[in-house]
């Protein structure tokens, strides 16, 4: 499998710095991504949905920590490429690029540390 897209739209928040999307091998796309500053550094957090109790629910998650380090390292590298790119001042807001990230504005508590 090749991540063969990666589109990045910067946020400017004090822990949402950015949402993704991967395309896969051309075929499957997956949106929703969310690239968080947390306490121990920058991760990604995948797509999710609230549950009725509340909680959240991970749509897509890769299955085992080899492909997780994998797709966060390529998501990572992206968003960094593109925060260089944009340059330190111009940060996209989900209205401008043209996305529809749904109500992916909120992550969970626990994303966040």
Known sequence: ME??????????????????????DGM?????LKII????????AMPSRRRKD???QDVAHP?????????????ITAYKEERTRMG????????DSGEDHGDQGEF????AY
């Open 54 to 56: 509340g909680s959240f």
């Open 108 to 111: 969970a508590a626990e994303d």
């Open 3 to 24: 991540i063969t897209e990666i589109r990045i739209t910067l946020r400017d928040d004090e822990k949402l710095k950015a949402f993704a999307s991967i395309t896969l």
């Open 63 to 75: 299955i085992n920590r080899e492909t997780r380090e994998w797709l966060e390292g390529a998501v």
């Open 28 to 32: 499957l796309v997956i949106r929703g």
């Open 37 to 44: 500053e947390g306490a121990n550094g920058t991760f990604v």
């Open 88 to 95: 330190a001042g111009a940060v996209q807001g989900a209205h």
